[in-house]
Nanobody, 127 residues
Framework: QVQLVESGGGLVQAGGSLRLSCAAS????????MGWFRQAPGKEREFVAA????????YYADSVKDRFTISRDNAKYTVYLQMNSLKPDDTAVYYC????????????????????WGQGTQVTVSS
């Protein structure tokens, strides 16, 4: 089992920045890959970014590419999402997710690739 706890959400003006953190704990906290998803009111949960823990390969949704950066600190079992140039459309609950075992990189954008999820942290961007 893996427990995931997100932090760092909040209210920010458009153009501002936030950094989300996701701390993993539990017996199998060394997951193969970690991802960030988000869900806005009335919308489906969507992929934001993912990273493979060992190699550091990162993947991004087109909507956040060049604005968001995912990184990890393996010693702390923590993954970060640095969000810059935030827009009102980025407003959502952001969820951290863990894929414990090897997955093809092509599926890391899909929810079904992840077995564990955090409780989410609210990000609100005002215009």
């Amino acid at each position: 089992q893996v427990q995931l706890v997100e932090s760092g959400g909040g209210l920010v003006q458009a153009g501002g920045s936030l950094r989300l953190s996701c701390a993993a704990s539990g017996r199998t906290r060394s997951s193969y890959a970690m991802g960030w998803f988000r869900q806005a009111p009335g919308k489906e949960r969507e992929f934001v970014a993912a990273i493979i823990r060992s190699a550091g390969n990162a993947y991004y949704a087109d909507s956040v590419k060049d604005r968001f950066t995912i990184s990890r600190d393996n010693a702390k079992y923590t993954v970060y999402l640095q969000m810059n140039s935030l827009k009102p459309d980025d407003t959502a609950v952001y969820y951290c997710a863990a894929a414990p075992v090897l997955r093809p990189s092509s599926v890391l954008t899909r929810r079904y690739a992840y077995d564990y999820w955090g409780q989410g942290t609210q990000v609100t961007v005002s215009s």
